[in-house]
């Protein structure tokens, strides 16, 4: 079935550091790829997306680019600030939207210090 | 506008009680999904719903755990009898999801802190 494997954590950098978190996938057909982001004692929140191949998602700073030769979709930031300490969960569109399930990562947990 | 609204928000309970946590959905969404979240598993889909009826419960962990959705502003997950294994975050998320497959964006309530002891 369809997959995603996201970078274990915890990363841990210090304010105005680079930060890529990596994500792959498995996937059958054309998924939509996202990125969500959960802030301590909060739900889940879409952070960015992608619906097709080279498409790029960006937000708040944040990109990620839908490379389907290399079934991937890494998340980036040019410079972290602290409040970007939170986890971060890659995710796709199950068998290509075919259902409306969202599939998963386990989740990065980002760690900015001052 | 209102998003995804849970309550309650934290429950604290004793082994043996029944336990119900409450959802309501975005408006004019059509999809409304059940999740748990522990530092152990990390997070799991229990249940979906699509316009109202159930279509996928696998993620349920056993028969103490149920889920209902009478109308379309509403839900329930019912664990009866908790156990202290049951002790996690449950989320409710909502979607509307079209038949043509276009991305289907969840948006996330709050969470109920579920705490059996």
């Known amino acids: 079935g369809d997959s995603v494997t996201q970078m274990e954590g915890p990363v841990t950098l210090s304010e105005e550091a680079f930060l890529t978190i990596n994500c792959t996938y498995t996937?059958?057909?054309?998924?939509?790829l996202f990125w969500y982001v959960q802030y301590p004692g909060e739900g889940l929140q879409l952070l960015l997306k992608?619906?097709?191949?080279?498409d790029k998602g960006s937000n708040k700073g944040f990109e990620a680019t839908y490379r389907k030769e290399t079934t991937s979709f890494h998340l980036e930031k040019g410079s972290v600030q602290v409040s970007d300490s939170a986890v971060y969960f890659c995710a796709l569109s199950d068998q290509g939207g075919a259902t409306n399930k969202l599939i998963f990562g386990t989740g990065t947990l980002l760690a900015v210090q001052p | 506008d209102a998003g995804v609204i849970q309550s309650p928000r934290h429950e604290v309970t004793e082994m043996g009680q029944e336990v119900t946590l409450r959802c309501k959905p975005i408006?004019?969404?059509?999809?409304l999904f059940w999740y748990r979240q522990t530092m152990m598993r990390g997070l799991e889909l229990l249940i979906y719903f699509n316009n109202n009826v159930p279509i996928d419960d696998s993620g349920m962990p056993e028969d103490r755990f149920s889920a209902k959705m009478p109308n379309a502003s509403f839900s329930t997950l019912k664990i009866q009898p908790s156990e202290p294994r049951d002790s996690a975050v449950y989320f409710c998320a909502s979607s509307f999801y079209r038949t043509s497959g276009a991305y289907n964006e969840q948006f996330f309530g709050p969470g109920t802190r579920l705490t059996v002891l």
């Open positions: 996937a059958t057909g054309y998924p939509s």
């Open positions: 992608a619906t097709k191949a080279d």
């Open positions: 408006s004019g969404h059509n999809s």
